[in-house]
Nanobody, 120 residues
């Protein structure tokens, strides 16, 4: 199995910055795509950013130019640098990792979620 541990959420004022981290551990054979999702109260979970093993990235339009996703393949960790935060970025942020274990079966794994609150 693969375990994901997230960190870095919190309360920040509008215009501030936060950096989220998500470390994967366990019986990992290979990690493919990694990403961040978020879910605000009363809304569906949406993808915020994703990064594939080769480094290509995608972002939802609302965060382009403000958020940056990156990964450390040596340490099986994905990051989300969030700048110029807005109140509408308030949500629970979830890490998602596509990984295979020794069975070679690729599965999606989810972190426990970390709260990001943007408020003055």
């Amino acid at each position: 199995q693969v375990q994901l541990v997230e960190s870095g959420g919190g309360l920040v004022q509008p215009g501030g910055s936060l950096r989220l981290s998500c470390a994967a551990s366990g019986s990992i054979f290979s990690i493919y795509a990694m990403g961040w999702y978020r879910q605000a109260p009363g809304k569906q979970r949406e993808v915020v950013a994703s990064i594939v093993s080769g480094g290509g990235t995608n972002y939802v339009d609302s965060v382009k130019g403000r958020f940056t996703i990156s990964r450390d393949n040596a340490n099986n960790t994905v990051y989300l640098q969030m700048n110029r935060l807005k109140p509408e970025d308030t949500a629970v942020y979830y890490c998602n990792v596509q990984a295979s274990t020794m069975t070679r079966i690729i599965r999606n794994y989810w972190g426990q979620g970390t709260q990001v609150t943007v408020s003055s």
